[in-house]
């Protein structure tokens, strides 16, 4: 299974940007949860916390695209450097704010700030495996490896914040979050010689949101994204309704980890399914194994249903950025994948928000409820807007 991801790195200068692009993005899997347990902890209420966590999501979706664009225009180190740096010290504000218990406003406020100069460094490292290997099976291979890469993140960083944040401060685990994404991203800039080059102005023109297969991934990736969003807080919370809450950490490494194995087997396999058949087929998988999670009220078992929901999250998402590649200008790539981003983040957002109230009102075996009706949700948007998820190769060939 791991025998086709050997040959990605052959190219020079792959290594330097694949390493430097999983410490960067380290910060995408412990920020939210990280601003939930520091403001859960100041305030005892998971509705402020997740009403805080959906600020950072919303800001961070509304300004991805725009980011994006940046980048196809000007180039990847020219935006990426300066971002990090406002990134890192609106972070800092926001824990400042909170440690002096600056009004409350504030941390809506520096939240908004904090989304806003966030990177969506995924799409940017994606779009360096496009320019080398565009129009090539490997590919989809290393669109895999950059996934199976985010679901180790997603693995490592819940458990590590969710340890540092309990057991040793609240504000431990964003703090190393904004380490690892400042060194990271900082050096990923700095790597030249595998950015995509920067287009002719006359290339630029038109948006990657108009096409209509960029549109329906992305409502279907809105509704993926609210299942991520309230399954990381309602996680948090059944953990503490079970008395064990730094076991939170370990529950949502195994959804992730879940992710890891199917996206590892399935980059290692040649596919003769259409990649809009897979995209469907992984919706419908997602919204099966979620199923259980409403009905478990024991920690070990929990933990076992969320792997096994979490099988289907690699494939659906490894298909969505290689319909993407498939559907976009070549110069509009960038923010076309940015899109992919930003609807997931406002479907986080959406889902920690719903999560917070609902876990409020209902407890948290209830609140699962909202996590399974939007997988839902997704294969219903998928299957009715298939059609437009067909790629232009597959249109030749038909």
């Known amino acids: ?30 920020l939210g949860i990280g601003i939930v347990l520091l403001i859960e902890a100041l305030t005892d209420s998971y ?40 990134h890192g010290a609106t972070l800092t504000g926001m824990m400042l704010c909170a440690r002096f218990g600056a009004p409350r406003w504030t941390l809506f406020a520096t939240g908004v700030a904090v989304g806003a100069t966030a990177l969506s460094l995924g799409s940017l490292v994606r779009a360096r495996w496009s320019h080398l290997l565009g129009g090539t099976a490997r590919l989809h291979t290393a669109f895999s490896f950059e996934s199976v890469a985010d679901e180790v ?32 991203t900082i050096a990923f800039g700095l790597q030249r010689g595998t950015e995509p080059p920067i287009r002719p102005r006359e290339e630029r023109s038109g948006t990657p949101i108009t096409i209509p297969g960029v549109a329906l991934m992305s409502c279907a990736f809105l509704a993926m994204g609210a299942v991520f969003g309230s399954v990381d807080l309602v996680t ?6 079970q008395g064990a809450k730094p076991a939170a950490g370990l529950l949502l490494a195994s959804f992730a980890g879940g992710s890891l194995v199917s996206g590892l087997w399935y980059g290692a396999r040649q596919w003769t399914v259409s990649l809009r058949g897979r995209f469907i087929g992984s919706l419908a998988v997602f919204a099966l194994g979620l ?19 979490g099988l289907a999250i690699s494939p659906t998402v490894i298909t969505g950025y290689s319909l993407t590649e498939q559907l976009v200008p070549v110069h509009l790539l960038t923010e076309g994948m940015a899109w992919i981003s930003t609807s997931v983040g406002f479907g986080v957002a959406i889902g920690a928000w719903a999560g917070g109230r609902l876990t409020d009102a209902f407890g948290a075996s209830n609140a699962y409820g909202f996590s399974f009706a939007c997988a839902l949700l997704a294969v219903t948007v998928g299957v009715g807007g298939s059609a437009w998820l067909r790629t232009p190769v597959a249109r030749q060939q038909s």
């Open 153 to 184: 993140i997603f693995v490592a960083g819940p458990a590590l914040v969710t340890a540092l944040a309990t057991m040793i401060n609240p504000y431990a685990g964003l703090i190393v979050a904004l380490t690892c994404t400042t060194i990271g």
């Open 1 to 30: 299974m791991v025998g086709p991801y050997r040959g990605l790195f052959s190219t020079p200068g792959v290594k330097g940007f694949v390493i430097a692009g999983f410490f960067g993005r380290m910060p995408m899997s412990m």
């Open 47 to 86: 509705a402020t916390a997740g009403a805080v966590a959906a600020t950072v999501s919303v800001s961070l979706a509304v300004a991805a695209p725009l980011s994006g664009r940046l980048v196809d225009r000007f180039g990847q180190a020219r935006i990426v450097i300066p971002l990090t740096l406002a």
């Open 236 to 241: 948090v919370a059944f953990a503490e309704e």
């Open 291 to 309: 199923t259980p999670i409403m009905l478990i009220d024991d920690l070990r078992i929990m933990a076992g249903a969320l792997f096994l929901a």
